[in-house]
């Protein structure tokens, strides 16, 4: 997956927002809360994403993917995709999917009934 697709992919979710900080990344956001962030690695675009604890323990373990820097450094379950062989574009998407879904959840009820995201009771 290459920049442009990720940010087409993310903007196309509900409620969301772009901005771009620290240092050039594209930070994707759902409500106030980060779900997905593409910056540089090297010569090459990184892609951090939430993930269940199972997701961060087996996942961290593959070649090309690693805790996120900053985030799971404070114990937050983060990981980012930085080099090949990494993940497939299409488990890419799953997962930053997931990370969606995972931050929306965390948002108030009265936050989602806001923007529009359904609430499952």
């Known amino acids: 997956m290459d920049r442009a697709t990720f940010n087409t ?5 509900p ?3 772009h901005v771009v900080q620290w ?3 594209d ?8 779900f997905a962030i593409c910056g ?13 604890e199972i ?6 373990e593959q070649p090309g993917i690693r805790p996120a820097p900053y985030l799971a450094s404070r114990g937050m379950k983060w990981l980012q995709h930085y080099d090949e062989p ?3 574009d299409t488990e890419l998407r799953q997962h930053i999917e997931i990370s969606y879904d995972l931050v929306a959840a ?5 936050k989602r009934r806001e923007l529009g995201i359904p609430i499952s009771d």
Not at 41 to 49: G, P
Not at 55 to 60: G, S
């Open 9 to 13: 992919f993310c903007g196309a979710m």
């Open 15 to 17: 409620a969301t927002s």
């Open 23 to 25: 240092g050039n990344a």
């Open 27 to 34: 930070v994707w956001k759902v409500g106030p809360k980060v």
């Open 40 to 52: 540089w690695n090297k010569e090459r675009d990184a892609f951090t994403f939430k993930v269940t």
């Open 55 to 60: 997701a961060f323990e087996v996942l961290q």
């Open 86 to 88: 990494g993940l497939s």
């Open 106 to 110: 965390g948002l108030s009820k009265k």
